[in-house]
């Protein structure tokens, strides 16, 4: 059973930053695609961040120039890196792992970011 944990989600003040982990099995690292998705209440699931096996990273509109992506060198854990956060970045953020069509394969349990002004 291949499991992504995330962790270091919290409650901070807008404005505030947060550094998101994902531990995955180091076999992820060598091929597959990742990313961060998150979920707000009362909303659909939407992507935040990839980044492909080649290391090229995409972000959406909205966490543009504040968020970052990236992988440790020992290639196991993805980190999200958020930066002027603003209320409307909270949601249950997941990490997903080795791209099938349009989704992913494997995905995380979610770690709650909760930002307040």
């Known amino acids: 059973q291949v499991r992504l944990v995330e962790s270091g989600g919290d409650s901070v003040q807008a404005g505030g930053s947060l550094k998101l982990s994902c531990v995955a099995p180091?076999?992820?690292?060598?091929?597959?695609?990742m990313a961060w998705y998150r979920q707000a209440p009362g909303k659909e699931r939407e992507s935040v961040s990839n980044?492909?096996?080649?290391?090229?990273?995409t972000y959406a509109d909205s966490v543009k120039g504040r968020f970052t992506i990236s992988q440790d060198n020992d290639k196991t854990t993805l980190h999200l890196q958020m930066n002027s956060l603003k209320t409307e970045d909270t949601a249950v953020y997941y990490c997903?792992?080795?791209?099938?069509?349009?989704?992913?394969?494997?995905w995380g349990q979610g770690t709650q970011v909760t930002v307040s002004s």
């Open positions: 180091r076999f992820i690292f060598t091929g597959c695609e």
């Open positions: 980044i492909a096996y080649g290391g090229t990273t």
């Open positions: 997903a792992a080795c791209r099938e069509a349009r989704t992913y394969k494997y």
